[in-house]
């Protein structure tokens, strides 16, 4: 177990609907990292933030939105959903600061499912 | 950008022998480490072993350990004593050092483990 959780495991919607996928990082943790699986794209970075603030942004689609709250806990909206968006979605978190790398620990993954 | 090859998409392997999963990375960052991660089946993430740029020695944790050569720019994850529970998806990861360490990942290698 990580210590990361994200709720929920599985979703499963139509084509257009909008979900929230929510991420608690490790106690202590202040980043937190969203990414993407699919088949075709692999494992792609999302965004992060840091300790509330947006620090980068990669491959997200302006329908997909992200916020971290002052509890640290974060949420990965996606919106108009496509057939296209079914991945399975991680959240990581790190307690590393910006200039220092450290080892990010995944949560077990959010699986959506557009039909 | 970062840049992460694992030219291996699917490795076997006989239970209690030894094997070596490929990685080489193209960076620019003045310092920078190498992650691996196992991904079983069940779909989780699983932080196994890093590598700074800087360390001296090899990095190694517990059956895991890492076959760095940084002139060649391989990062080469050996399994010691493989066990069924080996089998798994493995991805080696770069951070990107200038924009939040946010993970570039290989296209992950398939390990097989025959009993």
């Given at each position: 177990?990580?210590?990361?959780?994200?709720?929920p495991?599985h979703?499963?919607?139509?084509?257009?609907?909008?979900?929230t996928?929510?991420?608690?990082p490790?106690s202590?943790?202040l980043?937190?990292?969203?990414?993407?699986?699919?088949?075709?794209?692999?494992?792609?970075?999302?965004?992060?933030y840091?300790?509330?603030?947006?620090?980068?942004k990669?491959?997200i689609?302006?329908?997909f939105?992200?916020?971290?709250?002052?509890?640290?806990?974060?949420?990965?909206?996606?919106?108009?959903?496509e057939?296209g968006?079914?991945?399975l979605y991680?959240?990581?978190?790190?307690?590393?600061?910006?200039?220092?790398?450290g080892?990010?620990?995944f949560?077990?993954?959010?699986?959506?499912?557009?039909? | 950008?970062?840049?992460i090859?694992?030219t291996?998409p699917?490795?076997?392997?006989?239970?209690?022998?030894?094997?070596?999963?490929?990685?080489?990375?193209?960076?620019s960052d003045?310092?920078?480490?190498?992650?691996?991660?196992?991904?079983?089946?069940?779909?989780?993430?699983?932080?196994?072993?890093?590598?700074?740029?800087?360390?001296q020695?090899?990095?190694?944790?517990?059956?895991?350990?890492?076959?760095?050569?940084?002139?060649?720019?391989?990062a080469n994850?050996v399994?010691?004593?493989?066990?069924?529970?080996?089998?798994?998806?493995?991805?080696?990861?770069?951070?990107?050092f200038?924009?939040?360490n946010?993970?570039?990942?290989?296209?992950?290698?398939?390990?097989?483990?025959?009993p």
């Amino acid at each position: 177990d990580s210590g990361v959780t994200q709720t929920p495991k599985h979703l499963i919607t139509a084509t257009g609907q909008r979900v929230t996928l929510r991420c608690s990082p490790r106690s202590g943790d202040l980043s937190v990292y969203w990414y993407q699986q699919s088949l075709d794209q692999g494992l792609q970075f999302l965004i992060q933030y840091y300790n509330g603030e947006e620090r980068a942004k990669g491959n997200i689609l302006e329908r997909f939105s992200a916020q971290q709250f002052p509890d640290l806990h974060s949420e990965l909206n996606l919106s108009s959903l496509e057939l296209g968006d079914s991945a399975l979605y991680f959240c990581a978190s790190s307690p590393a600061a910006d200039l220092r790398p450290g080892a990010q620990f995944f949560g077990p993954g959010t699986r959506l499912t557009v039909l | 950008a970062q840049k992460i090859t694992q030219t291996q998409p699917g490795m076997f392997v006989q239970e209690k022998e030894a094997v070596t999963l490929d990685c080489t990375y193209d960076t620019s960052d003045p310092s920078y480490g190498l992650f691996w991660y196992k991904q079983p089946s069940s779909g989780e993430m699983i932080f196994l072993i890093y590598q700074g740029s800087y360390d001296q020695q090899n990095a190694t944790e517990g059956r895991y350990s890492l076959n760095f050569q940084k002139a060649r720019k391989s990062a080469n994850l050996v399994i010691s004593a493989s066990q069924l529970g080996d089998s798994a998806m493995y991805f080696c990861a770069i951070p990107s050092f200038f924009t939040g360490n946010q993970f570039y990942f290989g296209t992950g290698t398939s390990l097989t483990v025959i009993p």
